[in-house]
């Protein structure tokens, strides 16, 4: 088989195509008009690959094999599960349609681990069972809302959750949806984007929310917020956590904290000398930090305490 060029027009010899075009009809695939165009034929060859390698374990893609997937029949070809496969990860410059990836998910009934990047559309009608999935990283997210909170539920005993976004706040409603795992959540990252309200004279500026209540969460012992939710109060280090919480991470705006962040870790650090966080150990300052002389202020307030402080 010869090397595929992007700019080959013919990227396979005949005696090849023949044989990958019996390949797919072997297993139930419907062949598609025009699969040798190069760039469906990379697709389709990967997934073929994934044929004859059903006992992987863990299935790690830079590609979301949207042509191969879109053959998959909804009746599922017995010969075509992935029973051994528990971690999925998709990573690439371009947004995942959750419908090009649903298809392969619906094969691997025994996944515990999905990290995707830049996730959006929807779920459709389910083609897919969350239910194992305990593990959830959603980097990117594009997800609207409504989809997001379907997911979460679908989840039946999720450990970790870590979420990233640009574009979706994480409101009330997902941390309600959340609450489905309260007494199986131990690692929560809520990392989002800024959002900003036009002011007519002086441009934009952060909008300040606050975050909704995470001290629900008692078995949680590792927290990650990022600056994102910071407005121009103290809303980032959040007033209750939760009693079992062992590591915090705050990625917070050196611009805000520059006019309330001592008092927002003072806060912390009272509390946590009160006895609130029996459990914490450990706090680690995120990357806004690193280039600022003021970091060494909070890391003395909380290394006062006895707690460990680091930057990343």
């Keep these: 088989m010869k090397t595929i060029d992007d700019n080959d027009p013919k990227p396979l010899a005949d005696e090849d195509a023949a044989f990958l ?33 059903r006992n992987i374990r863990v299935l790690d893609l830079n590609d979301d094999l949207k042509h191969f997937t879109a053959l998959i029949p909804k009746d599922i ?29 619906r094969l691997a009934h025994n996944l515990t681990t999905v990290d995707l990047y830049q996730p959006e559309g929807g779920l459709g009608d389910g083609e897919f069972d969350w239910g194992n999935v305990h593990h959830l990283t959603l980097r990117g997210s594009l997800l609207p809302v409504d989809q997001l909170i379907r997911i979460i539920k679908a989840c039946r005993n999720l450990g970790l959750f870590h979420y990233e976004s640009n574009n979706v706040f994480v409101d009330e409603a997902v941390i309600r949806a959340l609450s489905h795992h309260t007494s199986t959540l131990n690692s929560l990252q809520l990392l989002l984007g800024r959002h900003t309200i036009m002011h007519e004279d002086a441009g934009f500026y952060p909008d300040a929310m606050a975050l909704p209540s995470v001290s629900r969460f008692s078995k949680l012992r590792s927290l990650g917020l990022s600056e994102r939710y910071t407005g121009s109060d103290s809303r980032c280090v959040p007033s209750s956590l939760p009693s079992a919480l062992e590591e915090l991470t705050v ?62």
């Excluded at 050196?254 to 000398?273: I, N, P, S, W, Y």
Aim: charged share 25%; aromatic share 8%; proline share 4%.
């Design 21 to 53: 075009d019996g390949l797919l009809r072997r297993y139930g695939l419907q062949v598609p008009d025009r699969w040798l165009d190069t760039t469906v034929c990379v697709s389709m060859l990967i997934g073929m690959v994934l044929l004859y390698a």
């Design 77 to 105: 070809v017995a010969g075509i599960r992935f029973d051994l496969l528990t971690s999925f990860r998709v990573r690439q410059f371009d947004p995942t349609p959750l419908g090009n990836i649903l298809p392969l998910l």
């Design 251 to 312: 990625d917070d705006d050196m611009d805000a904290l520059r006019e309330v962040g001592t008092a927002r870790f003072a806060a912390l650090a009272g509390r946590f000398r009160n006895g609130e966080y029996p459990q914490l150990r450990e706090v680690t300052l995120g990357t806004f930090f690193r280039a600022e002389e003021h970091h060494h202020i909070i890391r003395k307030i909380l290394t006062d305490v006895g707690l460990l402080c680091h930057v990343k």
